[in-house]
């Protein structure tokens, strides 16, 4: 066991991305999903939040977790990525329990971009990037030239390498939320987690961000699970969406398909006319 | 720069800031950079001077004086006696005060980094008071335990500790309520020790001595109890410090990087308790050092923990010698405490700080 941690190790220092490919292709899992959920149930106290939740993630797909607040979407967010433990069901990461990964091993495969995030005042865009390869690193360890690799390319995709020296606190907010997905590329994951990244951001910026997530899905073919307020924005932009009601999944699959008027009531408790715009699915949310 | 990545950059900045500007924008980041950088190489090698300078004027300051290289010869080469006198009298305070300096600077920056409150320092909140009440237990009712104070230092400091942090944690910790809490445990434990001094009839100058802060006859066997407590202490925070910097992000992404937030949380706060009681056994309690050492190096060498940690460290040495210094020069022959010295120059600055933060005094 302790020799074959070893062995995975050394491929990721050559090239994480890569490695991943190769090792989930050896992988006798590689045909499951990228994620799987069975009869997952929690409850804060007595308020029961889930109520067996059931669903698999796509590998390569955006999916969009999405319905009303207090419907558990963040309860199931938290769960699916370790900060919460579920009282009964399973969480299966291509097929192996979530449970058996520790924060760790777990990190190396799933990067998240939590919904509120906050750094010191002075610390600069790549000092704050490079936190990413925290889950690749012991304790005390420099960057390795891999590091320095993944660092620059993060820093790349998401367009902050002429930020690189600027202080976090100087960015703009469209910015700054590139700079936590930039954090989250550095740990090479394939799967990759965002809490409504739109939230605190201006239309301009929110289409940035969505279009850097479709970038990222579309180039680098990472799967990603996402939850999103807007309804038209998570129809543009998945490939798949999960809406969920009183702690259960209510429809599931390609928006274009499960998003209708009838589930929109079923889902919100309200009334919205669905159009088409040059063959496009809108909802009209106003 | 790629086709897509120049389409991206257009779609993102609109046309805002051509790319010459960016460029310009990112030189001029560059150069922040370096000239911070520069400023933080300048503070260490200032400080590292001063605190050798400050060491050999504290050395001569007092009823007897020797020249520099008298000294060095006495210490090095010949028996002189007025060296060997200082050599007894001068030098355990001396070296007391620095290690303990930068024990308690030290112990600010951990508390501060794992309370995520700036204003968190081991006095302010209580812990060398829990710390102080423990040596003086020991030494009003087991003097023969004595060799252990380090030892009963310490977990008095940790159980004030484990009361200020469970009794502030409501769903979170506010700053203030971090504060507030920690002004009430440390207001009972110098209750406490005040009122054991006053039932033993005030005059054991062990338990006054822990109490007020006198480090006026210290020995080199009190050198020796404090030297490997603080190396460990010491050497355990500069292996912390990429830790204490992944805690000023926020919990759960902290965690997402595979990091165990609150074992770290547990591990960071024992080794500020270890330093803060340490000190706090030999040295007494000393408010404030730990508040005011770590803010203004953060203004001088930045908040990353890896060159705060060990500037906190020479810094707090400078301002304990300093501070033990003017006190025994002040009103000679009389000894006016550090620890008085800190507070009276502390109390201010820590108000100044109050007022001056929009974050934790609304």
């Given at each position: 066991m302790r020799s074959k941690e070893k062995n995975m190790d050394l491929t990721s220092t050559e090239n994480i991305l890569d490695s991943e490919k190769k090792f989930s292709k050896k992988d006798?899992?590689?045909?499951?999903?990228?994620m799987e959920v069975r009869d997952l149930h929690f409850s804060y106290g007595k308020n029961k939040v889930l109520k067996g939740v059931s669903l698999k993630i796509e590998e390569g797909k955006i999916t969009t977790i999405m319905g009303a607040n207090g419907c558990g979407k963040s309860t199931l967010f938290s769960l699916m990525t370790k900060n919460l433990y579920p009282r009964k069901g399973n969480i299966f990461l291509k097929g192996k329990n979530v449970q058996n990964l520790n924060l760790k091993e777990f990190a190396r495969k799933v990067a998240i971009v939590q919904q509120y995030n906050s750094a010191s005042d002075d610390i600069t865009v790549e000092n704050l990037v490079a936190f990413g390869r925290t889950p690749h690193k012991k304790m005390m360890q420099g960057d390795s030239a891999e590091d320095e690799r993944m660092i620059q390319w993060a820093l790349e995709v998401t367009n902050l390498t002429e930020y690189r020296d600027r202080e976090v606190s100087r960015l703009s907010g469209g910015q700054r939320q590139r700079v936590w997905i930039a954090m989250a590329l550095c740990q090479g994951t394939k799967t990759l987690f965002l809490d409504e990244p739109t939230t605190y951001l201006d239309i301009r910026y929110q289409i940035e961000i969505l279009q850097l997530v479709k970038k990222l899905n579309q180039e680098f073919g990472i799967t990603i699970i996402m939850v999103l307020h807007d309804i038209n924005q998570a129809i543009a932009y998945s490939d798949n969406v999960i809406g969920m009601k009183d702690g259960k999944v209510l429809v599931e699959g390609d928006p274009e398909e499960v998003i209708t008027e009838e589930s929109i009531r079923e889902l919100y408790g309200i009334e919205l006319g669905v159009t088409r715009v040059d063959g496009r699915k809108f909802v009209l949310a106003v | 720069m790629s086709e897509k990545e120049t389409e991206l950059e257009k779609a993102t900045e609109s046309g805002r800031i051509s790319e010459a500007d960016a460029a310009d924008l990112s030189g001029q980041d560059k150069a922040r950079k370096h000239r911070k950088t520069a400023k933080a190489a300048i503070s260490f090698i200032v400080m590292i001077v001063l605190l050798v300078a400050l060491f050999f004027a504290a050395v001569n300051i007092g009823s007897l004086k020797v020249s520099f290289p008298e000294l060095l010869k006495g210490l090095f080469v010949k028996y002189n006696e007025d060296v060997a006198t200082i050599y007894d009298l001068r030098f355990p305070r001396i070296v007391i005060s620095m290690l303990a300096g930068a024990a308690i600077a030290v112990s600010g920056v951990l508390f501060q980094a794992v309370l995520k409150n700036p204003l968190a320092d081991p006095g302010i909140i209580g812990i060398s008071s829990g710390a102080s009440f423990a040596a003086v237990l020991i030494t009003a009712f087991a003097p023969t335990l004595f060799f252990f104070t380090p030892l009963f230092a310490f977990l008095g400091g940790v159980v004030a500790f484990v009361l200020v942090y469970s009794l502030s944690w409501k769903g979170g910790l506010s700053p203030l309520r971090i504060i507030l809490v920690g002004v009430a445990v440390d207001a009972m434990f110098t209750g406490l020790s005040s009122g054991l001094n006053s039932m033993n009839g005030g005059d054991m100058s062990g338990v006054a001595a822990i109490v007020n802060g006198n480090i006026t006859m210290k020995t080199w066997d009190d050198v020796r109890t404090l030297v490997p407590y603080v190396i460990v202490g010491l050497v355990l925070a500069l292996i912390f410090t990429g830790m204490c910097n992944l805690l000023s992000l926020e919990d759960k992404t902290a965690r997402s990087l595979g990091v165990n937030v609150n074992l770290m949380r547990i591990i960071i706060s024992m080794i500020a308790v270890l330093l803060a009681s340490i000190s706090t056994a030999v040295a007494g309690v000393i408010s404030f050092l730990g508040l005011i050492v770590p803010h203004i190096g953060r203004l001088l060498v930045g908040s990353d923990h890896r060159a705060l940690v060990p500037f906190s460290a020479l810094f707090g040495a400078f301002i304990f010698l300093l501070a033990d210094t003017i006190g025994r020069t002040i009103a000679a022959p009389y000894e006016v405490s550090a620890a008085i010295i800190m507070s009276v120059v502390g109390g201010p600055f820590f108000i100044i700080l109050l007022r001056r933060s929009k974050k934790y005094a609304k």
């Open positions: 006798k899992w590689a045909d499951k999903p990228a | -």
